[in-house]
T-cell receptor, first 111, second 112 residues
Framework: AQRVTQPEKLLSVFKGAPVELKCNYS??????LFWYVQYSRQRLQLLLR??SRESIKGFTADLNKGETSFHLKKPFAQEEDSAMYYC?????????????FGEGTQLTVNP | NAGVMQNPRHLVRRRGQEARLRCSPM?????VYWYRQLPEEGLKFMVY????????ESGMPKERFSAEFPKEGPSILRIQQVVRGDSAAYFC??????????FGEGSWLTVV
């Protein structure tokens, strides 16, 4: 069975500092990985997906199949980045888009 | 496109009552997913539906919970005889086949 692990429940950094939110997964096949962001009591928004290799709001994430990781990085954190971040996995080749989420990391960027 | 619409946004129920949560998917989306977010926890998959069919309900509690997505109208998540442990945010999401899923703003259920 697939699993997503986000080892840090809470992460606090200062404005302008680099930030890395860790995500590890276990899945025997070739997964699709995503990062979702949830601002306070709002809907989850798609931030990144690995197949797009894009950068959104300064965030990037690279899929490392050897380490089964998909860490989210930003070189200079901003206060408005404070939110809950979820890493998610979708099994390849499945119909529909059911996602398995990690437990989430609450990022706080201090002024 | 109004996005995924959920209602009510907030619902308070007494123990033993029924809770009904509604979800209208994005226009053209025929796949609906329900997730539950318990306080201080992450999102847990509950059920995946297509029109008139339950595709995967492996995350649904065996008792008191049911979901439907009729041919016409919204998807409904129904919780019978609610207990305090059902208090959570319930998120609906929709997709077009296997593409990106989009989430609604959630329904916060409080059981008193």
């Amino acid at each position: 069975a697939q699993r997503v692990t986000q080892p840090e429940k809470l992460l606090s950094v200062f404005k302008g500092a680099p930030v890395e939110l860790k995500c590890n997964y276990s899945y025997s096949g070739s997964p699709e990985l995503f990062w979702y962001v949830q601002y306070s009591r709002q809907r989850l928004q798609l931030l990144l997906r690995h197949i797009s290799r894009e950068s959104i709001k300064g965030f990037t994430a690279d899929l490392n199949k050897g380490e089964t990781s998909f860490h989210l990085k930003k070189p200079f954190a901003q206060e408005e980045d404070s939110a809950m971040y979820y890493c998610a996995l979708k099994k390849s080749g499945t119909s529909g888009s059911r996602l398995t989420f990690g437990e989430g990391t609450q990022l706080t960027v201090n002024p | 496109n109004a996005g995924v619409m959920q209602n009510p946004r907030h619902l308070v129920r007494r123990r033993g009552q029924e809770a009904r949560l509604r979800c209208s998917p994005m226009k053209g989306h025929s796949h609906v997913y329900w997730y539950r977010q318990l306080p201080e926890e992450g999102l847990k998959f509950m059920v995946y539906l297509q029109k008139e069919n339950i595709i995967d309900e492996s995350g649904m509690p065996k008792e008191r919970f049911s979901a439907e997505f009729p041919k016409e109208g919204p998807s409904i998540l129904r919780i019978q005889q609610v207990v305090r442990g059902d208090s959570a945010a319930y998120f609906c999401a929709s997709s077009l086949q296997g593409n990106t899923i989009y989430f609604g703003e959630g329904s916060w259920l409080t059981v008193v």
